[in-house]
């Protein structure tokens, strides 16, 4: 039923999912939290736990760019060739879940390891509220291009089917609750 009203009503049932499930009262124009907003909070964060994440991030990272597909071509006779090129996403979505602790391995785990996969656009999805200083900063040293302030469900449906606020996006990642889940699922 979440899924059917965001693909019909779009930015009006993420208002009133917002409210509903998230008590935000959000407008379409709160849905994206500007990036210099999130580095502000981000800013809060104390140096040893920045370094931290940043530690995290590169080793991850590093995993990632070791281990990813390469491209590769070979000639089977004169005039036939055969080989493989891969080629990144251009804009997924990652989904953060919110709650009691902030999920800065959430983020280093799907955000960072589409940056080292050479995605061009990386959305976060996190319900509204989740402002963790730690989630704010791993989210910008992952190369989060936009934060949505969206959650659950309602949120996972928006990043999929799009909203006259919210482009669409390939593929969505990342941890969630049973509905989440299942939500990712019908909307694969």
Same mark, same amino acid.
């Given at each position: 039923?979440?899924?059917?009203?965001?693909?019909?009503?779009? *930015?009006? @049932? !993420?208002?009133?999912? @917002?409210?509903?499930?998230?008590?935000? $009262? !959000?407008?379409?124009?709160?849905? /994206?939290?500007?990036?210099?907003?999130?580095?502000? /909070?981000? *800013?809060? !964060?104390?140096?040893? *736990?920045?370094?931290? /994440?940043? $530690?995290?991030?590169?080793q991850v990272q590093t995993f990632a760019k070791l281990t990813k597909p390469r491209n590769w071509m070979m000639t089977i006779r004169r005039g036939v060739k055969a080989g493989e090129k891969f080629t990144p996403m251009e804009r997924v979505g990652v989904y953060i879940p919110g709650g009691t602790a902030p999920l800065v391995s959430t983020v280093i785990h799907t955000a960072g390891i589409a940056k080292a996969a050479g995605v061009k656009e990386i959305v976060a999805i996190t319900p509204p509220g989740n402002t963790h200083p730690a989630v704010m900063y791993a989210m910008l040293q992952a190369g989060v291009t936009e934060i949505c302030r969206l959650g659950g469900v309602y949120g996972v449906a928006a990043l999929a089917l799009g909203t006259q606020t919210l482009r669409k996006v390939e593929k969505i990642c990342g941890p969630g609750n049973a509905y989440v889940t299942a939500a990712k699922k019908l909307l694969y």
């Open positions: 039923k979440i899924i059917s009203r965001v693909k019909r009503y779009k *930015d009006k @049932a !993420l208002v009133e999912y @917002a409210a509903k499930f998230d008590r935000a $009262q !959000l407008t379409p124009a709160d849905f /994206i939290l500007p990036l210099s907003e999130a580095k502000k /909070i981000a *800013d809060r !964060l104390p140096a040893a *736990d920045k370094k931290a /994440i940043r $530690q995290a991030l590169a």
